[in-house]
């Protein structure tokens, strides 16, 4: 099969082989994948991960199991055992013995084909099309903040962050009705959340005064934690989503001397997050900047790199 592989280095590789499903696990023909930020870190050393990344994805159910094939699916990223004391204890996504596709010990979604746990399947209604149905994976982790952290109509909220991540979490917080505001520095994502009615405020002007009752940190840069820190107020919350290739020197005695809440926050609802893109709750449509053949597979990272592009997908076919 055709496929994207990571080995130090990115590359394109027209006869990779093909994947074989386990007991339980089906195989996937990929249709569309996203790149997201996890992925450019990826190549930059991040988990470590050698294989074919990608954990955005669309596809068919082509064998494997008679109830799933032909269905068109997404599915949760994280591949887990049934048995450890995580997942009997209702704590499956941090299973002990997990691989996680496209992110640890498991080929993602940058290829022809794809397996996964026939268990992680969520079927795609019509009405999503396959650029949409890209989204629900990160968009379902921009709803685990509201799961994690209950937001209220009166709280002041702050999404740290206008790339991908950020304006998925700004427009999920927007339907609750708090008062959001996203902190960026990229006019064009800027421009996105103004065009939605979100409150935004660019980094270079902006005045923290320690009074944000809940800080959504998505810059996926070490110093986005520094400036949550100096915007949330006493005794508030910070949820951090940036995942990042190596190691960070932050000063934490503020989040001590304010009695500063933080979490962090990874995978989230999938079928919450598919029936969201079927009712056309939230806007993703408009993020998509470019799209290119699986062929095309390295530039197509170059541009997702590229602040002038928010989503850059691959087309497998």
Known sequence: MKALVFDKLLRYEGEHPDPKPAAGEVLVRVRMAGICATDLEIIKGYMKFRGIPGHEFVG????????????????????VCGACDMCRGGLASH????????????????AEYVVLPEQNLHEVPEVIPDEQAVFVEPLAAAMQVLKQCPIEPRMNVSVV??????????????????????VGRNPQTLAFCERHGIQTVDVKQLVPRGDRDVVVECTGEPQ??????????????????????????????????????????????????I???????????????????????????????????????????
């Open 60 to 79: 068919e159910v082509v064998s494997g199991s008679s109830k799933w094939k032909g269905k068109r699916v997404v599915g949760e990223i994280n591949c």
């Open 161 to 182: 962050g206008s790339g991908r991540l950020g304006l998925l979490a700004a427009q999920v917080l927007q339907s609750v009705r708090c008062r959001v505001e996203v």
């Open 275 to 317: 029936d969201l893109l079927a009712r056309q709750q939230i806007d993703v449509a408009t993020m998509i900047s470019r799209t290119y053949r699986l062929e095309q597979g390295i530039e197509a990272f170059t541009a997702a790199g590229d602040p002038q592009n928010i989503k850059v997908l691959i087309r497998m076919y």
């Open 224 to 273: 986005g934690l520094n400036l949550a820190m100096q915007m949330v107020r006493p005794r508030g919350v910070i949820v951090l989503k940036s995942t990042y290739a190596g190691g960070t020197s932050v000063d934490l005695a503020p989040l001590v001397i304010k009695e500063v809440t933080v979490m962090g926050s990874r995978c989230g609802p999938f079928r919450e997050a």
């Open 95 to 110: 299973c002990r013995q997990r691989t996680v596709v496209g992110i640890s010990g498991r080929d993602g979604a940058m």
